[in-house]
């Protein structure tokens, strides 16, 4: 396992292709908590390598950014996920963050951990200015997960993704790095 860093708790580790079993496990063990429905074909193991081979495409051409965390303790599943997903570099900067966090681990400040070493590798390393985060009114866990590690609120966005076959609103959020002028 190449670990990119390591926080307090977790290993950090870029996606690669040989992760697409533990990516299945972790998406199966968290299939109903995730509440994302996706057809029976999603959770295959073809379908994670396939998963994978796109995230490095998109890894390599520097317009994503993910993440897998293990516990420092336990190498064999996945507890967190973290990816910066729409990079854009030139004037802008700029990703948008997703996350998520095992049911067996939640309000354990893995989440907190994981998304907070993303932002500061983010800022310091990737040298991003601004990262958005796009969250459902109704999961409070992720509404005060992004805000425990910086964000501002910034409004509401209508209709903003199609899940589970309805139009669903978000809240943008957002993080600065007010720090560094490139």
């Known amino acids: 396992m190449a670990i990119l860093y390591e926080t307090e708790r977790l290993q950090a580790v870029l996606v690669r292709p040989d992760h697409a079993q533990a990516m299945l496990s972790y998406e199966k063990r968290n299939k109903l908590f995730?509440?994302?429905?996706?057809?029976?074909?999603?959770?295959?193991?073809?379908?994670?390598?396939?998963?994978?081979?796109?995230?490095?495409?998109?890894?390599?051409?520097?317009?994503?950014?993910?993440?897998?965390?293990?516990?420092?303790?336990?190498?064999?599943?996945?507890?967190?996920?973290?990816?910066?997903?729409?990079?854009?570099?030139?004037?802008?900067?700029?990703?948008?963050i997703g996350y998520s966090v095992d049911k067996d681990l939640i309000c354990q400040g893995y989440g907190k951990e994981s998304v907070s070493s993303v932002i500061r590798h983010a800022f310091d390393q990737l040298k991003l200015h601004r990262i958005e985060a796009h969250i459902m009114p109704a999961n409070t866990a992720s509404l005060a997960l992004a805000s425990s590690v910086g964000f501002s609120e910034e409004g509401l966005c209508k209709s903003y993704l199609y899940i589970n076959g309805r139009w669903e609103d978000h809240l943008r959020f957002s993080i600065l790095n007010d720090q560094n002028v490139f």
Not at 46 to 73: P, T, V, Y
């Open 34 to 96: 995730f509440s994302i429905i996706h057809p029976q074909s999603y959770y295959t193991l073809g379908s994670f390598e396939d998963i994978c081979r796109r995230q490095c495409a998109l890894i390599e051409e520097k317009r994503m950014f993910s993440l897998l965390f293990f516990r420092k303790d336990e190498h064999n599943h996945i507890c967190c996920t973290v990816q910066l997903n729409q990079m854009v570099y030139g004037v802008s900067r700029s990703a948008k």
